[in-house]
């Protein structure tokens, strides 16, 4: 209906030059957006105020010129003009409602396209260093960047998801002195433990699991524990490769794989960050300052120089990240996305301005980012803040624990990236319209449950003869509905476009909203077989996009509740 909308008025725009109303090199941007009042119509466009300039003439007349200039249309019931010129548009009820046999003959694949033309996308996230279970902010980051890749390939994008593996620097290093502190039988309480050790429960797994000589095998490697407490590397290598496992299956628990697990350990074994350092001093973009080597950053947009290699010879995290950055696009990734928390914020710059010294041809701007804010998790109104497990936060696995999988994605992915989340466990559990999650997935089930009853009180449903009747779903409630089906295919797109996967979750508290409230308005086990398969048609169609979207979520769509 909406590119309809847009071809008329198009069609409108070309004859007001040809009647030289409109100067001829005058474009044509047309926007048409659904009203939020629907006394006002379907659809609405303000193109008489923005071509009011051009023309020298008032909106609302230039609006007259251009209903007048519209060519006729079955699809189009009324049109009326409002306000300074805004140009309103109702829809007849039989264009509307075409949009039924149109999903329900697409299926699985109503709304999803090949806008993306197979581009090759990587999408990185959560990218969690091994030293724990994996927090919060993580499954935040995990159900964003795994919703985002779900929309990506929905839009015919070739999506590769990656995870980056800190495995190398200060903080590995302080897993395993933690982890031989407690091999040793130490307790964090002991003034011997380690200053900057991990607390946690799960120090004592891994070093039980040491001791005891465990075979771990984790995505990328297969390590025995040699139960011996002084060998610090071999302690380092069984812990690395436990707490990995720990992870892995705490992102199956969540419905998230990837594709490449990348270590930065990889960068030093295999040179990129020796061979980084040789093409920036190469380049001229370095230069020695109180024992340390630095690169101009503030030659391409940064606030300050950064430091490249520090006093003791050893390299800061921003190298390796412009390492792996620029091995990205040797893989011929044109398109990156990090989905990071927001405390990468300050790197964002700096890893553009070294890339961009290496001088190879990246594009300023590249990669993209997706930074998302933390978590508060709350408890009856109280923040929950520490996990047995973890010591010190809460853990992914709590929540899914407490509250299922598709609760806690939703929650974590249903809000701007950019906007601090508050989880409230209560609301997650609660089986109630106030629960989002439950209200869009009873929606479904709610359909079921109807096609259902059909079927045990003879009335099955008659594809064809709703199909002929689709003219009698004429309420407001019917039309609302329909209007908002069609509206799907475009949601997707945008918010694959601006890289917003609740503008999808958002969409479907509004669907079930419509629905819950056709359903409540209109019968639709009437006596009348042909209204009845018309509004059973209906009731399939909304299931069809509620489990499309709840797909791209990554969240089920039962058929019982």
Same mark, same amino acid.
Request: glycine share 8%.
């Given at each position: 209906?909406?590119?309809?909308?847009?071809?008329?008025?198009?069609?409108?725009?070309?004859?007001?030059?040809?009647?030289?109303?409109?100067?001829?090199?005058?474009?044509?941007?047309? &926007?048409?957006?659904?009203?939020?009042?629907?006394?006002?119509?379907?659809?609405?466009?303000?193109?008489?105020l923005t071509l009011a300039k051009p023309a020298g003439r008032?909106?609302?007349?230039?609006?007259?010129?251009?209903?007048?200039?519209? #060519?006729?249309?079955?699809?189009?019931?009324?049109?009326?003009?409002?306000?300074?010129?805004?140009?309103?548009?109702?829809?007849?009820? !039989?264009?509307?409602?075409?949009?039924? #046999?149109?999903?329900?003959?697409?299926?699985?694949?109503?709304?999803?396209? $090949?806008?993306?033309?197979?581009?090759?996308?990587?999408?990185?996230?959560?990218?969690?260093?091994?030293?724990?279970?994996?927090?919060?902010?993580?499954?935040?980051?995990?159900?964003?960047?795994? *919703?985002? *890749?779900?929309?990506?390939?929905?839009?015919?994008?070739?999506?590769?998801?990656?995870?980056? +593996?800190?495995?190398?620097?200060?903080?590995?290093?302080?897993?395993?002195?933690?982890?031989?502190?407690? =091999?040793?039988?130490?307790?964090?309480?002991a003034a011997e433990w380690p200053e900057n050790g991990y607390?946690?429960?799960?120090?004592? !797994?891994?070093?039980?699991?040491?001791?005891?000589?465990?075979?771990?095998?984790?995505?990328?490697?297969?390590?025995?524990?040699?139960?011996?407490?002084?060998?610090?590397?071999?302690?380092?290598?069984?812990? =690395?490769?436990?707490?990995?496992?720990?992870?892995?299956?705490?992102?199956?628990?969540?419905?998230?794989?990837f594709d490449v697990y990348f270590l930065e350990s990889s960068?030093?074994?295999?040179? &990129?960050?020796?061979?980084?350092?040789?093409?920036?001093?190469?380049?001229?973009?370095?230069?020695?300052?109180?024992?340390?080597?630095?690169?101009?950053?503030?030659?391409?947009?940064?606030?300050?120089?950064?430091?490249?290699? &520090?006093?003791?010879?050893?390299?800061?995290?921003?190298?390796?990240?412009?390492?792996?950055?620029?091995?990205?696009?040797?893989?011929?990734?044109?398109?990156?996305?990090?989905?990071?928390?927001?405390?990468?914020?300050?790197?964002?710059?700096?890893?553009?301005?070294? $890339?961009?010294?290496?001088?190879?041809?990246? #594009?300023?701007?590249?990669?993209?980012?997706?930074?998302?804010?933390?978590?508060?998790?709350?408890?009856?109104?109280?923040?929950? &803040?520490?996990?047995?497990?973890?010591?010190?936060?809460?853990?992914?696995? !709590?929540?899914?624990?407490?509250?299922?999988?598709?609760?806690?994605?939703?929650?974590?992915?249903?809000?701007?990236?950019?906007? %601090?989340?508050?989880?409230?466990?209560?609301?997650?559990?609660?089986?109630?319209?106030?629960?989002?999650? +439950?209200?869009? %997935?009873?929606?479904?089930?709610?359909? *079921?449950?109807?096609?259902?009853?059909?079927?045990?009180?003879?009335?099955?449903?008659?594809?064809?003869?709703?199909?002929?009747?689709?003219?009698?779903?004429?309420?407001?409630?019917?039309?609302?509905?329909?209007?908002?089906?069609?509206?799907?295919?475009?949601?997707?797109?945008?918010?694959?476009?601006?890289?917003? #996967?609740?503008?999808?979750?958002?969409?479907?508290?509004?669907?079930?909203?419509?629905?819950?409230? *056709? +359903?409540?308005? =209109?019968?639709?086990?009437?006596?009348? !077989?042909?209204?009845?398969?018309?509004?059973?048609?209906?009731?399939?169609?909304?299931?069809?996009?509620?489990?499309?979207?709840?797909?791209?979520?990554?969240?089920?769509?039962?058929?019982?509740?």
């Open positions: 209906m909406k590119d309809t909308i847009i071809e008329l008025l198009d069609a409108a725009g070309t004859q007001l030059k040809q009647q030289g109303i409109l100067p001829q090199d005058t474009p044509l941007a047309i &926007k048409v957006e659904p009203t939020k009042d629907k006394a006002h119509g379907d659809y609405a466009s303000n193109l008489a008032k909106p609302r007349e230039l609006a007259e010129a251009l209903v007048a200039a519209l #060519p006729e249309s079955a699809a189009i019931r009324q049109v009326d003009i409002a306000g300074p010129g805004f140009i309103n548009f109702f829809a007849a009820t !039989d264009a509307v409602a075409q949009v039924v #046999p149109s999903i329900l003959d697409a299926g699985d694949t109503y709304g999803r396209s $090949l806008s993306g033309q197979g581009q090759k996308v990587q999408v990185e996230f959560v990218s969690a260093n091994p030293t724990g279970p994996l927090h919060v902010g993580h499954g935040r980051g995990a159900a964003i960047g795994d *919703c985002l *890749c779900r929309l990506l390939e929905a839009t015919g994008f070739d999506v590769t998801r990656e995870f980056y +593996y800190n495995d190398a620097g200060v903080q590995i290093h302080n897993l395993a002195l933690s982890v031989q502190a407690r =091999v040793k039988g130490l307790t964090p309480e607390r946690g429960a799960y120090i004592a !797994d891994v070093a039980k699991a040491y001791l005891a000589g465990e075979t771990i095998t984790a995505d990328d490697r297969e390590v025995t524990g040699k139960a011996d407490a002084d060998d610090l590397d071999a302690i380092q290598d069984f812990a =690395v490769a436990y707490l990995r496992r720990e992870q892995d299956l705490d992102l199956k628990a969540f419905g998230v794989a960068l030093y074994n295999d040179g &990129k960050v020796d061979a980084t350092v040789k093409a920036l001093v190469g380049g001229g973009h370095t230069y020695e300052e109180d024992g340390a080597t630095w690169l101009r950053t503030t030659d391409f947009g940064d606030d300050k120089d950064r430091v490249m290699r &520090k006093k003791d010879g050893d390299y800061t995290y921003f190298l390796p990240d412009v390492a792996y950055h620029h091995d990205k696009w040797q893989r011929g990734f044109t398109t990156v996305i990090n989905e990071q928390g927001a405390d990468h914020h300050s790197t964002v710059t700096r890893v553009r301005a070294g $890339l961009q010294a290496l001088e190879t041809g990246i #594009p300023q701007g590249w990669p993209d980012y997706v930074l998302h804010q933390m978590v508060l998790v709350t408890r009856s109104g109280v923040e929950v &803040k520490l996990s047995k497990r973890a010591g010190s936060y809460v853990t992914l696995r !709590d929540l899914i624990d407490e509250v299922g999988r598709d609760a806690t994605r939703f929650f974590l992915a249903a809000r701007r990236a950019d906007s %601090q989340l508050t989880f409230d466990i209560d609301l997650a559990r609660s089986q109630s319209n106030d629960n989002p999650v +439950y209200y869009i %997935q009873y929606a479904h089930a709610r359909v *079921c449950s109807m096609m259902r009853r059909a079927e045990s009180d003879a009335k099955a449903f008659d594809h064809a003869l709703g199909m002929q009747h689709l003219n009698r779903l004429d309420t407001d409630q019917e039309k609302e509905l329909m209007n908002r089906l069609a509206r799907y295919p475009e949601v997707v797109e945008r918010a694959a476009r601006t890289r917003e #996967p609740q503008q999808v979750a958002q969409y479907l508290m509004d669907l079930a909203s419509d629905f819950h409230t *056709c +359903y409540n308005a =209109v019968k639709v086990m009437v006596d009348d !077989d042909e209204l009845r398969n018309a509004r059973l048609a209906l009731g399939l169609a909304t299931r069809q996009v509620l489990r499309n979207g709840l797909d791209l979520m990554g969240v089920s769509a039962p058929e019982e509740m």
